[in-house]
Nanobody, 126 residues
Framework: QVQLVESGGGLVQAGGSLRLSCAAS????????MAWFRQAPGKEREFVAA????????SYADSVKGRFTISRDNAKNTVTLQMNNLNAEDTAVYYC???????????????????WGQGTQVTVSS
C-alpha cells in the first residue's frame, strides 16, 4: 500500500508564494515518477508539474511555467512544489501522484499515475 500525504496548502494573497510537500511511504520512492495535479471548483483535475525519479527531467503545465518549481529528495521520500507569484486562477486542491517506472527519465503529464494523495487546499485571494 502506498501512502502520499500532502502538506503546505493554505491561504495566500495574490503575488505571494507557497511551498507544497508530499511525503511518500510504502513504495520505492526513488524509482517513482512524481507529479502534482490540481482541481479547481467546478473544473476537471489538471496536470501541474512532474519529475522523473532521476530528477533530471521535469515538465510543467504552460499556466505555471516560470512560476512553479518541482523538486524531489529521494533520501527523504519527499517531492516539493514551490509556487511563486500566485494568482486567483491557482486556487485549487493540489494532489500529489506517484507512478513506479523503470525509466529514470519518465515524467508523464497524463493521468497514468496509480497512487494519489488526499490533496491540500490552496486559496489565493485577489
Amino acid at each position: 500500500q502506498v501512502q502520499l500525504v500532502e502538506s503546505g496548502g493554505g491561504l495566500v494573497q495574490a503575488g505571494g508564494s507557497l511551498r507544497l510537500s508530499c511525503a511518500a511511504s510504502g513504495r520505492t520512492f526513488s524509482r517513482c515518477a512524481m507529479a502534482w495535479f490540481r482541481q479547481a471548483p467546478g473544473k476537471e483535475r489538471e496536470f501541474v508539474a512532474a519529475i522523473s525519479w532521476s530528477g533530471r527531467v521535469t515538465s510543467y503545465a504552460d499556466s505555471v511555467k516560470g512560476r512553479f518549481t518541482i523538486s524531489r529528495d529521494n533520501a527523504k521520500n519527499t517531492v516539493t512544489l514551490q509556487m511563486n507569484n500566485l494568482n486567483a486562477e491557482d486556487t485549487a486542491v493540489y494532489y500529489c501522484a506517484s507512478q513506479l517506472s523503470l525509466n529514470p527519465n519518465y515524467a508523464p503529464e497524463s493521468f497514468v499515475y496509480d497512487y494519489w494523495g488526499q490533496g491540500t487546499q490552496v486559496t489565493v485571494s485577489s
